[in-house]
């Protein structure tokens, strides 16, 4: 009788680090990481998906591309694709990669390539991109992110610095300790807790929130979504008409001022601009004076309530904090300077346990104490293209070639582009109105995509790359926001013909003539023996003692002690203004930014400013779509991420997303909980399967972002997704000329029973294949 034989591997990945276990060559199980006292879900979702049906297993070429060659069409996402060598497959990019350059230079290619990928830092999608395009003369790039563009536009205007909003928050080690009163805008949702880019070790939010409460902290809420915060909190929910948040808080601001509760001594030392934004706030310009009075029927909060509050914030130490989901709304960078703009009238920045805080609850980065060495990660080189884009204007560049855009105070050009490569990610997740995007990517001439599964985005490329999952290489993981760098051991061999990234773009570099630039003469494992050698030489310098490669490789982590676990956000600032200035023009806190004021913005004014939004329940769409859809991040996945994964999967209703909706808006459009109903307005619809939820205020719906993209009809740019991908409604505009960035968090809908026979999914099949014999 044969033995099986069982070996552990170490891995990790975005939502923890793990151990995979392999019984002859096949994954039978994930181990959470022993030292993690609250391991996260999604790990469920890794052993379904390693052999999964909808994995790429060989090189495949569009039909239409195959036959006609490089050129627009509204065939992509509808169109066989037929197998082709790994010979053939590198013969026909390099040959377009070499056309494209050589005929319409480095510009005309798209490589933003925005996504999460793998945990690991050598084989992370984005920068193996990003390295193979440089040494081809550079690529047009884009700039920002989806999740908080907005924030990374304005706060360097107001803080200085965006980054340290996230790198460098106040640790919950101090929160814990310090921390009286949580003012929450959007709550701390610990779903989005689990994830941090690079992998976690330990996953601690669940554990700091619990003793905060066990210390007495008090939570106030400000979420149409009552369990944004843990239901132990006993939190005092205050169910906001989604949008309104900066109603609210000019509203309690106005209360400090009138009563003279606003901490002026802390104002005139580390702020600017305060006067400017005082005459806004008490109407002496608008003859509008932001009361509570004036909130009350924006924000549907009753004014008794927002001056009651305002009244018990002086006194008490008050973290005030907003998510990152606020400001992925039109306008959203108001919501972030107007939460630090009341943190300032309170006077506690910078002491321990107050201030301000950006996304806490928004990933396990924030609060998470910086350790100083980084983590070892593959050079790029240099980019020396200057066109770039943020990143979601992603489609308005595809559409619009030549045209100019505002961007911060500057005036661009949009780019001509020929070929869009695409490696670690799903814009049909990301992006907004998905009719759009799919009329976008029509219009180029070639869509390269490497993908380890036949995504959305996958189907809509003229070439696939078939690429690898994490437990099918070896990598190195790791954050600058978590204590442990991990060893990730290959586990299983690729699927298929499935190569890692790496492989394919040393093919296409010697192919090129840059093979040698690209990939400098190391195969895998040099390259991460390269990358541990250098971050083990900076370590050195600093005086740390860490193990040589061969031991942390055997061991398969290492433990850090380079960080501050009481480090206070700007506390060296409160100490020291004069000699540790912001990075801002005054070197304050800019609650007025001359510069700001300077680009003549009508959508970003100099100040926190109320602008009312399209997308909300006082516009006039709301008389034909009455519900507000809040697109939030899924419980039970990263993303998009595995989708086809047991946790994942096993949140679905009938097979699709699920919807949730509070149970009087269900009733009036007889919906009951289980039943499958149709999302929709004058963009998009979609289907989703209907959850019953008193945690909703009325007049809201959420339909998670990240189902698989799954049109009815896939020739129509516009069809029903009969899968649940919220995307299809969702607006494609700018949150302002400042920032340009995603306001997909918010959508004016309908609902309405589904009463057709369900559509069949096929986002869990592969698409048509046409075998001709090239592979």
């Known amino acids: 009788m044969t033995v099986a034989t069982r070996t552990v591997h170490p891995n990790a990945g975005h939502w923890g680090a793990y151990q995979a276990e392999v019984s002859d060559g096949e994954l039978v199980a994930i181990h959470p990481f022993p030292a993690d006292p609250d391991p996260a879900r999604l790990l469920e979702n890794v052993p379904g998906s390693l052999r999964h049906r909808t994995r790429v297993t060989q090189p495949m070429v569009r039909a239409g591309w195959l036959d ?83 924030a990374e536009a304005i706060m360097p205007h107001v803080v200085g610095n965006a980054r340290e909003l996230l790198t460098r928050a106040t640790t919950w080690h101090v929160l814990v300790e310090n921390t009286e009163l949580w003012l929450c805008f959007g709550g701390v949702p610990l779903k989005n807790t689990y ?61 400090l001022i009138v009563e003279d509760l606003h901490d002026k001594a802390f104002l005139g030392r580390y702020c600017v601009g305060f006067e400017r934004f005082e005459r806004y706030v008490l109407g002496r310009d608008d003859g509008t004076p932001k009361s509570p009075e004036w909130a009350e029927p924006i924000c549907e909060i009753p004014a008794t309530e927002l001056r009651s509050l305002a009244r018990r914030l002086p006194g008490k130490r008050v973290m005030v904090t907003t998510t990152w989901s606020l400001q992925r709304t039109e306008f959203g960078e108001q919501k972030p300077w107007m939460g630090i703009t009341l943190a300032a009238m309170l006077g506690q920045i910078g002491l321990p346990g107050g201030g301000y805080g950006f996304g806490y609850g928004c990933s396990h980065t924030v609060g998470m104490p910086a350790q100083t060495l980084g983590v070892p990660v593959l050079p790029q080189g240099e980019n020396p293209v200057r066109s770039f884009i943020p990143v979601a204007r992603t489609a308005d560049m595809l559409l619009n070639p030549g045209a100019a855009f505002e961007f911060n105070g500057k005036r661009h050009t949009y780019p001509e582009i020929k070929l869009v490569y695409w490696a670690g990610g799903n814009p049909f997740h990301h992006h907004q109105h998905l009719g759009k995007l799919r009329r976008a990517l029509a219009t180029v001439d070639t869509v390269v995509v490497n993908e380890p599964f036949w995504t959305a985005m996958a189907r809509h490329a003229d070439i696939v790359v078939p690429s690898t999952l994490t437990l099918e290489r070896n990598d190195i993981g790791g954050s600058p926001n978590d204590r442990y760098i991990f060893a990730m051991h290959k586990a299983v061999e690729p ?83 004069e000699n540790q200035p912001l990075a801002t023009p005054s070197g304050k806190i800019e609650i007025f930014s001359e510069r700001v004021a300077s680009f003549g913005y009508d959508d970003c004014p100099g100040h926190p400013t109320w602008l009312e939004p399209t997308e909300w329940r006082g516009a006039p769409r709301a008389q034909q779509f009455p519900l507000v859809l809040i697109a939030n991040n899924p419980r039970t ?139």
């Not at 197998?83 to 005309?108: C, D, I, T």
């Not at 909190?233 to 106005?254: E, F, N, Q």
């Open 195 to 255: 994830v941090i880019p690079g992998g976690v070790g330990r996953h601690e939010v669940r554990g700091a929130l619990e003793r905060l409460n066990a210390r007495g902290a008090e939570f106030v809420l400000f979420s149409p979504i009552r369990d944004d915060l843990l239901s132990q909190l006993r939190a005092t929910w205050h169910p906001i008409a989604p949008g309104s948040d900066v109603a609210a808080m000019l509203a309690i601001a106005h209360t």
């Open 637 to 775: 996945r990263l993303h998009s991420q595995l989708d086809v994964g047991a946790y994942s999967q096993s949140s679905k209703v009938q097979g699709r997303e699920p919807l949730r909706m509070h149970p009087d808006d269900a009733a009036e459009r007889g919906l009951a909980d289980g039943d499958v109903a149709r999302v929709f307005n004058d963009r998009g619809a979609c289907l989703a399967g209907v959850v019953l939820s008193d945690a909703l205020r009325p007049g809201v719906v959420q339909l998670s972002t990240g189902a698989w993209y799954d049109p009815l009809d896939p020739a129509d740019p516009d069809s029903l997704c009969v899968h649940g991908n919220p995307n299809t409604v969702t607006l494609d505009r700018g949150t302002s000329r400042l920032a340009q960035a995603s306001v997909g968090q918010h959508a004016l809908v309908q609902v309405e029973r589904w009463d057709a026979p369900l559509p069949p999914l096929r986002v869990n099949q592969p698409p048509s294949i046409e075998d001709r014999g090239l592979s």
């Open 495 to 577: 699927i298929g013909q499935a190569r890692d990234d790496y492989l394919t773009f040393s093919a296409l570099a010697e192919h090129l003539g840059v093979g040698q630039q690209f990939s400098e003469g190391r195969d895998e494992m040099g390259w991460l023996r390269h990358m541990y050698a250098e971050w083990h030489e900076r370590a050195s310098a600093k005086g740390y003692r860490l193990p040589d490669f061969d031991a942390f490789w055997d061991e398969g982590f290492i433990e850090m002690t380079s960080f501050d676990p009481r480090h206070v956000y700007l506390g060296a600032f409160r100490a020291d203004p």
């Open 68 to 150: 006609n060659g490089p050129g627009p069409s509204d065939k992509r996402g509808n169109d066989a694709y037929v197998p082709v060598s790994w010979e053939r497959l590198v013969a026909l990019l390099g040959g377009e990669l070499g056309r494209v350059y050589s005929e319409h230079g480095a510009s005309a290619v798209f490589g933003g390539s925005y996504g999460w990928a793998s945990a690991g830092r050598f084989h992370h999608a984005q920068s193996q991109l990003h390295r193979f395009l440089n040494c081809l003369g550079g690529y047009t790039s884009s700039i920002y992110s989806y999740s908080l563009g907005a």
